[in-house]
């Protein structure tokens, strides 16, 4: 696994507030064709609809408004 993309999902469980409620609005608010795309029978196509749904996903938890606590200390850098 990429550093990178280690990075980010450290970040994503650590800091982003994953729901049932968040993960079934991002999903719902996928493109339609990924939706349907996941239930073809082509396996590129489904792994297509899969991909554009988990970054569909990903994308709508890093817009996720984490609340500041003012008395935490930040880091260094």
Known sequence: MPID????LFYFCSHARMTLDSI???????????????????????????????ATILDRLEKV????DRDQLTWPF
Do not use: F, N, Y
């Open 5 to 8: 993309a280690l990075a980010k």
């Open 24 to 54: 079934a609005a991002a999903i719902l608010s996928a493109p339609g064709w990924a939706r349907v795309g996941l239930t073809m029978r082509d396996e590129q196509m489904r792994e297509r609809a899969a991909d554009t749904i988990a």
């Open 65 to 68: 408004e984490v609340p500041v």
